[in-house]
Structure formats: structure tokens, C-alpha cells
């Protein structure tokens, strides 16, 4: 079975970046919310989410709405 060729990411776990969001979840359960401890956890995430968004865009690049 092949993949789609334009995955969808719309549900996290589908996500390449779900290991560095549930490592997020983790840590602010572990420093009961406390965001300042686990900044490191979401910076991953937030740069592994611009990479995923700019793979995408660069894949649907020459896609056309009217092809």
C-alpha cells in the first residue's frame, strides 16, 4: 500500500513532530505547568512544525488549483 502523495498532518499523531509534542505534554506534566521549565521541549516542536509546514509548501509548489 502506498502512501498519499500530499499526507495529510491534520491529526498530530499522523505528525513527524507528535515525539517532540508529546515530549512537551510530558515535561509540563511533569513541572506541574510550569511553561518555563519545558521551553526547550516546545522549541523543538515549534521548529520541527516550520520545517513540516515548509516541506509541505514545497511539495505542493507545483500543484495547481486548476490542473
Known sequence: MTSPAYPSAARISDSDCFPAYTASLKCLEEYSN???KCQQHFDI???CRKKEREARLERNKSRSLFS
Open 34 to 36: 510550569e511553561k518555563s
Open 45 to 47: 516542536y515549534k521548529e
